[in-house]
T-cell receptor, first 113, second 111 residues
Framework: EPEVTQTPSHQVTQMGQEVILRCVPI?????FYWYRQILGQKVEFLVS????????KSEIFDDQFSVERPDGSNFTLKIRSTKLEDSAMYFC???????????FGEGSWLTVV | DAKTTQPNSMESNEEEPVHLPCNHS???????IHWYRQLPSQGPEYVIH???SNVNNRMASLAIAEDRKSSTLILHRATLRDAAVYYC????????????FGKGTKLSVIP
C-alpha cells in the first residue's frame, strides 16, 4: 500500500539552528500538509500546500517556518532558528484531491536542546 | 468550527465489539464526519468517514444518527492492534484543508 515517508525519524538540534524535515508524499497526490504534535498534546495543523503554493496555514506557522516542494517527489518543512518549544513530532501528510482521505507519515521527532 | 465531544477513554475486551461515541450537536449540513486513529508512536491513520448514511469498510462501521448530532464508530471485533486514540473530526467538504484534532478517545483492549 502506498505510504508517506518521512526523514529523519528523529533529530536532535541545538537551539537557534535550522532544521529541514523531509517527506515523500504518495506519488499521485496533489495536496500536502504538515502537522505537529507536542508530547502529550493534540495533533495541530501547520500548513497545507497545493500547486506549489501555500493554500492554508495556522497561527503556529509563522515566519520561522517555510515549506517547499523542491522537486517532483519531496516536500520539506524548514524551521529556522529553532526554539525549545519547537520540540515535537512533525507529521507530513498528503491527499489525492481536495476533500479526499489524508494519509499521514510516521513522523519526524524533533528535539531542540 | 463545529466541535466534537468524545469520552476520554474506553476499555474493551479482545474480540468483542466496541462502540466509540461522538457528539457533534453543532454540526452543519456541509460537515463530513471523519474518524482517524493514532496508534502509539505513529501518525494518525484514516479509519472511515460519512455524511448522512451509515458506512462500512474493512476497518470499521460508522453509524450516524438521523439528526446527525452524534455518530458511533463500531469496531466489530477488537484486537490488541486496535488499541489507539480515536479521533472524531468534522471536516467541511469545501473551504478548509485542515483536520482539527481534539483529544480523542483512548481505547484500551484487554487480552
Amino acid at each position: 500500500e502506498p505510504e508517506v515517508t518521512q526523514t529523519p525519524s528523529h533529530q536532535v538540534t541545538q537551539m537557534g539552528q535550522e532544521v529541514i524535515l523531509r517527506c515523500v508524499p504518495i506519488s499521485n497526490h496533489l495536496y500536502f500538509y504538515w502537522y505537529r504534535q507536542i508530547l502529550g498534546q493534540k495533533v495541530e495543523f501547520l500548513v497545507s500546500f497545493y500547486n506549489n503554493e501555500i493554500s492554508e496555514k495556522s497561527e503556529i506557522f509563522d515566519d520561522q517556518f517555510s515549506v517547499e516542494r523542491p522537486d517532483g517527489s519531496n516536500f520539506t518543512l524548514k524551521i529556522r532558528s529553532t526554539k525549545l518549544e519547537d520540540s515535537a513530532m512533525y507529521f507530513c501528510a498528503s491527499s489525492g484531491a481536495y476533500g479526499d482521505t489524508i494519509y499521514f507519515g510516521e513522523g519526524s521527532w524533533l528535539t531542540v536542546v | 468550527d463545529a466541535k466534537t465531544t468524545q469520552p476520554n477513554s474506553m476499555e474493551s475486551n479482545e474480540e468483542e465489539p466496541v462502540h466509540l461515541p461522538c457528539n457533534h450537536s453543532t454540526i452543519s449540513g456541509t460537515d463530513y464526519i471523519h474518524w482517524y486513529r493514532q496508534l502509539p508512536s505513529q501518525g494518525p491513520e484514516y479509519v472511515i468517514h460519512g455524511l448522512t448514511s451509515n458506512v462500512n469498510n474493512r476497518m470499521a462501521s460508522l453509524a450516524i444518527a438521523e439528526d446527525r448530532k452524534s455518530s458511533t464508530l463500531i469496531l466489530h471485533r477488537a484486537t490488541l492492534r486496535d488499541a489507539a486514540v480515536y479521533y472524531c473530526i468534522l471536516k467541511k467538504r469545501a473551504g478548509s484543508y485542515q483536520l482539527t484534532f481534539g483529544k480523542g478517545t483512548k481505547l484500551s483492549v484487554i487480552p
